[in-house]
């Protein structure tokens, strides 16, 4: 099936693993140069050597002014964005009564200023292109929270209702904008978190996963990152031209409410 995306731009943060890298190596198949974002200059450094040639490096912090100038400089030099997937995000563990205001912060600013000072960079060249595509990674937890993770579940519920907003504001534009809201995903951070927990009890870190899964999801598996990239893809192709301001949930079943 021809996507038509060949030729775009894609700036994606937090891809030089997991979810982002995996949707960054979907689009580059379908054609797509993809600016690699993340802090960290080797590993950014290997994501574009495993994807090639339609790999660009977009080095920075995307939680500091600083590191989202860096992106929106490299994505100029690559002709302007046609696609911005706000992908950048980590899991917390904290009680409200506990965490300080700076670990707050943090989390506001990386999971909700990032997306929103991105869009105020990148929107314009989508605007001169005459279309664009938003696509803003939230979670299950924005509206099925987890209980150890208070910061988390309220940083993706305030990205989730920004994405909605913005999708107002700009789909007279022929700009679309949508949220995506994984469940379990098999990434390196649930794997090196599954060894630590299980690393003096046998170090059966698979069958953790699995317990977990079989816990949450109805499905009784995690979903692994290309399987979530497709959808993505999909959602940043014509043939998802009406999808605009809504919120997906790829979580297995994961989701107990309508």
């Known amino acids: 099936m021809d996507l038509n995306l060949k030729g775009k731009v894609a700036v994606i943060t937090g891809?030089?693993?997991?979810?982002?890298?995996?949707?960054?190596?979907?689009?580059?198949?379908e054609g797509v140069c993809v600016l690699i974002n993340?802090?960290?200059?080797?590993?950014?450094?290997?994501?574009?050597?495993?994807?090639?040639?339609?790999?660009?490096?977009?080095?920075?912090?995307?939680?500091?002014?600083?590191?989202?100038?860096?992106?929106?400089?490299?994505?100029?030099?690559a002709g302007?964005?046609?696609?911005?997937?706000?992908?950048?995000?980590?899991?917390?563990?904290?009680?409200?009564?506990?965490?300080g205001d700076e670990k707050w912060q943090a989390y506001w600013d990386l999971h909700v200023m990032a997306a929103i000072r991105l869009s105020r960079g990148l929107v314009p060249h989508m605007e001169k292109k005459g279309a664009g595509i938003v696509l803003n990674t939230g979670s299950i937890c924005a509206a099925?929270?987890?209980?150890?993770?208070?910061?988390y579940n309220v940083t993706k519920a305030a990205l989730m209702m920004f994405s909605r907003t913005l999708a107002t504001e700009v789909v007279g534009k022929n700009i679309r904008v949508n949220c995506v809201n994984p469940g379990l995903v098999q990434t390196p951070d649930w794997e090196n978190t599954a060894r630590?927990?299980?690393?003096?009890?046998?170090?059966d870190w698979q069958g953790y996963l699995q317990e977990v899964a079989e816990e949450h999801a109805p499905i009784n598996r995690f979903c692994s990152p290309q399987e979530l990239a497709d959808f993505y893809v999909f959602l940043c192709s014509d043939r998802a031209?009406?999808?605009?301001?809504?919120?997906?949930?790829?979580?297995?079943?994961?989701?107990?409410?309508v």
């Open 15 to 29: 891809a030089s693993a997991g979810i982002g890298l995996a949707v960054a190596e979907g689009l580059a198949a």
């Open 38 to 77: 993340g802090r960290r200059a080797d590993k950014v450094k290997e994501a574009c050597d495993k994807i090639g040639a339609l790999a660009v490096p977009a080095v920075g912090d995307v939680s500091t002014l600083e590191g989202v100038a860096a992106v929106i400089e490299a994505a100029e030099k």
């Open 80 to 99: 302007g964005a046609d696609i911005l997937i706000n992908n950048a995000g980590t899991g917390s563990n904290e009680t409200i009564m506990e965490a």
């Open 144 to 151: 099925q929270p987890l209980w150890y993770e208070p910061i």
């Open 196 to 203: 630590e927990l299980t690393a003096d009890k046998g170090g």
């Open 241 to 257: 031209s009406y999808s605009i301001g809504s919120t997906y949930y790829v979580d297995g079943g994961m989701k107990m409410t």
